[in-house]
């Protein structure tokens, strides 16, 4: 299994990132996918979730409106546009997927960074 972020990297306050999240070794068109990100000094939060179809998102309060998940199961692939970004949304972003018929298989990325610089 292997579950591989990139797209992280450094911004200035008001730009975009666009992250992506590729997977395999397992079937991720049953997985629902998730964005988490881990900034410093503080716990690991959800931000963004979307659910094995794509049919369903939802977001953190703190992000609504200027990200968007989205995901390309004929790619294994999800992704997660940040636009408006702020010196608030720096932090170490993870993917993971848990599969929709077993909420106990869970896998994570390694993460990627984001800096935003003000």
């Known amino acids: 299994v292997q579950v591989v972020e990139s797209g992280g990297g450094s911004v200035q306050s008001g730009g975009s990132l666009r992250l992506s999240c590729a997977a395999s070794?397992?079937?991720?068109?049953?997985?629902?996918m998730s964005w988490h990100r881990q900034a410093p000094g503080k716990e690991r939060e959800q931000v963004a979730s979307?659910?094995?179809?794509?049919?369903?998102?939802d977001y953190d309060d703190s992000v609504k409106g200027r990200f968007t998940i989205a995901r390309d199961n004929a790619k294994n692939t999800v992704y997660l546009q940040m636009n408006s970004l702020g010196p608030e949304d720096t932090a170490v972003y993870y993917c993971?997927?848990?599969?929709?018929?077993?909420?106990?298989?869970?896998?994570w990325g390694q993460g990627t960074q984001v800096t935003v610089s003000s």
């Open positions: 993971r997927g848990r599969d929709s018929y077993s909420a106990a298989r869970v896998f």
């Open positions: 070794g397992f079937t991720f068109s049953r997985y629902s």
């Open positions: 979307i659910t094995w179809d794509g049919s369903i998102t």
